[in-house]
């Protein structure tokens, strides 16, 4: 049995007479790189937004670690996104007026952690992730690559348990975008966090352990176990890699780790 | 070209409904300024209007030209003042003054409107019986300084003893018979004053409103310089870019321009009946001027425009100069030093500087402190930043930092506030000089040769009319006074007065007024007053400085809020996309709240406390006297209401704030 940190069932979602999502399920297996594919409109999008406790789903369910995610309300919702999950947009998420080092130590600031000890450990990611020296510079003076990086530095930075990237190369060139993936999936994985991609780049998904394919709000079956070549399982370096363990982090009733392509699977829709 | 503003205006109208929504947040502020500011031009001419109507009162010596003789005094009835003019011609056939049909014979008279009305109103014996004179009409609007002034006009015969009539002591009191050469006349120094005091209120106020034109013109541009950007990068020349951004500002502007008159018109009934001077306006006093108006009008989205071009620059100068953004270069301490010079120039200035003068260097401190706001706020910012523990003050302190002006736009209104309060505080004579004087007592100077005479003659007149009081003589040699005590037994042996009456304090204001009218002509040309009649224009100006600085503070306290609440919004909406991502990636509400609350009280806190020392400064030379009550009231009203209303405008707008971010996709648009 794998360590299923997060599942979603039968996830229903409209927007007016849309139907976004009609009956998806997915689980998310521990330390598990996971793609979401599909075209514009397809509801990739929106399966995200339920995952992660952005949007509430109109039916289905959501768990964490087995807590009913779906079910909380805002506020928990909140905070569970601003302490177990991590996020990575396309671009715009850094504060334009903070320095590197401040945007990477605020969501540890937003739980309480003093300034001198968030900047501290919001240091320690700069080397590893190829930043060293940036830390004094405001986003503006970094490049997109540079950019993408602080904001997985800040996503991670908390210890979620899993990390959600939306487009998290669409504003990169190729090489670049290249290299992004490769720092978030082995900076997820040093962590021992999930990673929930959303992409239509192809190139990006075969970073991940598994890739699933959406269609008008629909996983495609069959479509589920196309990992890619997986280039880097070395994940030594990070500054979560060999801290402490994270309270909450290990799956109760779920000791085994199997390895990272094998934990997870696609469960059909009720209807589908 | 046409190409090019159609763009604009497509661009203006496909801006969705937030870009819609940020070019009404600029009509609307733009309107609110334009409102104010016709306002503040307005009382101008009102004021000079009024200088203008009185001007035929104050007759001006003509020598052997003359073809009438003129002569003024006050009079006064309850606590209101009667200007009576007496008019002797001389040559048939003179145009006649104006407000009147045609020249008055001898033994008529005119009453203005209000005096008309109160002669009817209160027995005669108190008003009517003052002006036995056939009343052969009404006075005209055009020679009345309010609607509710009390004017009386009356022919008399050259010969008859009130044209020959000696001087009064205070030219404030009227004029002794003038001959004049015409009905012209000349403004008189009280209008002038009250003129000279409008202008700077002017100041005061138009300063605040075009600061807060130019930064609504500055919020339509930030949100747009991203997309002008991209233009700028297409191919688009610096020519075309500028003219698109300034076609889209002016389409908002004369929009915001032509509402704010219309919302000015609605207004004037309002307006008009703010009591200066003694009493309201006429409507016609506040309608706005054509020509100032279309000024106005012209001028505000002229402003705007340049006001864009300046905020633009950068997208012109560079296409990636907005895309990339930088910390920014520091501003200079050159800023503060321009204060500092406009500070020195103040020591120089005192009570008898010209009213041009002092405008001047009030205008200047006023766009000094505009030019040093930024600056202050950049360093309290830095500071902030520094010194911050939680992430909401962190947040607000880099804020400052990155945007010292944006947030100075924020404040910079209750700033400018704090200044117009500080001044006006600190000048405010003290209430508590006047207003117990005695006003029970009437007294008139007699000749000395007639003053037994006269004394008698006051004594039967009273008696006559009911009034008990008593009549003595007072002063010495060539000044002497008749002193009637109204109220008082005529003599302390007799007991045919009213007992009830007896008591000294309480002289009722009927049976003062009755005094009044039973001495009416007793000396020629001389009005009976008592104390509290001679304080009476000191008592009003007091009033009117009152009701003055309210105005201005008002006008003040609408812009800064007004601009407050814009600026507010128009953050909002220029980071929804960060805004929204970070409440995407959990960040509580009250934090970003918490933040935006913070950048705007810190740099209020500071520049609202500077600006209002800075305001007691100016006002040094000018004060009459140390720091008063009523002065420190005022202030302590407008910290008050300035936090009050600044809190309250950012409150406002955090259902907008909710709004934004609850999009769980944003994107730049």
Known sequence: MTAVVLEGFDLVKRFGSTVALDGVGLAVGRGEAVAIMGPSGSGKSTLLHCLAGITRPDAGEVHLLGQRVDAMGERQRSALRRTRFGFVFQFGQLLPELPAEENVALPLMLGGTSRAEAVRRAREWFGPLGLGGMEGRRPGELSGGQAQRVAIARALITRPAVVFADEPTGALDQATGHDTMRLLVEATRGNDASLVVVTHDPQVARWCDRTVEVRDGRILTGAGTAAGPYPGHDARGYPGHDAQAHPGHDVRGHPGNDGPGSLTRILPGRNG | ?669
Request: charged share 15%; aromatic share 4%; proline share 6%.
């Open chain 2, 1 to 669: 070209m046409s190409g090019l503003l159609g763009l604009s205006w497509r661009l203006l109208r496909g801006g969705g409904r937030r870009g819609l929504l940020g070019a009404g947040l600029t009509a609307v502020a733009v309107a609110v300024s334009t409102a104010l500011l016709i306002f503040s031009v307005s009382a101008n001419v009102a004021f000079q209007g009024r200088a203008e109507r009185e001007a035929w009162r104050n007759p001006v010596a003509a020598g052997t030209a003359a073809v009438a003789v003129q002569a003024v005094r006050k009079d006064y009835v309850r606590d209101r003042t009667v200007t009576v003019v007496d008019l002797a011609v001389l040559k048939p056939g003179t145009a006649p003054p104006p407000g009147l049909d045609r020249l008055p014979a001898p033994g008529e008279v005119w009453f203005s409107p209000a005096l008309a009305e109160l002669a009817r109103e209160l027995p005669a014996g108190e008003l009517a019986g003052r002006f036995p004179e056939k009343v052969a009409g009404t006075i005209g609007d055009e020679a009345l300084v309010h609607p509710g002034e009390l004017v009386a006009v009356r022919g008399q015969a050259p010969d008859s003893p009130i044209m020959r009539a000696a001087a009064t002591g205070d030219p404030r009191d009227g004029f002794p018979p003038t001959r004049v050469a015409d009905f012209t006349g000349t403004p008189s120094p009280d209008a002038q004053a009250y003129q000279a005091l409008a202008l700077i209120a002017t100041v005061l106020m138009a300063v605040p409103l075009l600061v807060f034109g130019g930064a609504a013109a500055r919020l339509t541009v930030a949100r747009r310089d991203q997309r002008l950007a991209a233009l700028r990068l297409v191919g688009a020349t610096p020519g075309q870019v500028v003219t698109m951004t300034v076609a889209e500002a002016v389409i908002t502007a004369v929009a915001g321009a032509v509402a704010g008159t219309v919302l000015y018109g609605l207004l004037t009934p309002l307006l008009a009946g703010i009591e200066i001077g003694g009493g309201s306006w006429f409507a016609a006093d506040l309608w706005p001027d054509v020509p100032y108006t279309l000024a106005v009008l012209g001028a505000v989205p002229l402003l705007v425009g340049l006001s864009a071009v300046v905020g633009l620059r950068r997208v012109v100068v560079s296409p990636l100069g907005v895309a990339r953004r930088e910390t920014p270069p520091a501003m200079r301490v050159v800023r503060v030093v321009a204060l500092l010079a406009v500070l020195a120039v103040v020591p120089t200035l005192g009570a008898g500087s010209a009213a041009g003068v002092v405008a001047v260097v009030l205008g200047l401190a006023f766009l000094a402190i505009n030019l040093t706001g930024p600056w202050v706020v950049g360093v309290i910012g830095g500071i902030t930043a520094r010194t911050a523990r939680g992430p909401a003050r962190l947040l607000a302190g880099r804020r400052l930092v990155d945007d010292p002006r944006a947030a100075w736009r924020t404040v910079s209104g209750v700033a400018m506030t704090g200044f117009v309060a500080g001044f006006i505080g600190f000048l405010s004579p003290s209430s508590g000089l006047l207003g117990d004087a005695d006003a029970a007592t009437l007294r008139v100077t007699v000749p000395t040769a007639q003053a037994s005479q006269l004394t008698a003659e006051a004594r039967e007149r009273l008696s006559e009319a009911g009034v008990p009081a008593r009549v003595a003589v007072t002063g010495t040699g060539e000044s002497r006074f008749l002193a009637v005590t109204v109220g008082k037994p005529a003599r302390a042996d007799e007991t045919a007065a009213d007992e009830t009456a007896a008591d000294e304090t309480a002289a009722d204001e009927a049976a003062v007024d009755r005094a009044r009218t039973a001495l009416g002509g007793l000396v020629p040309g001389r009005t009976a007053t008592s104390a509290a009649d001679e304080e009476r224009f000191g008592v009003l100006l007091l009033k009117d400085v009152g009701t003055g600085t309210v105005v201005v503070l008002t006008v003040s306290f609408l812009v800064a809020v007004v601009s407050a609440g814009i600026t507010a919004a128009s953050s909002i909406l220029d980071r929804r996309q960060t805004y929204a991502l970070l409440r995407l990636a959990g960040t509580p509400l009250e934090v970003l709240n918490r933040a935006r609350r913070a950048e705007t009280l810190v740099p209020l806190a500071v520049m609202g406390g500077g600006s209002i020392l800075v305001g007691m400064f100016c006002a040094v030379p000018f004060s009459f006297s140390s720091v008063n009550i009523g002065g420190m009231t005022i202030l302590l009203v407008c910290v008050t209401l300035g936090f009050a209303g600044v809190i309250g405008a950012g409150a406002a707008s955090a259902p907008l704030l909710r709004s934004v971010t609850a999009d769980p996709a944003p994107r730049p648009d």
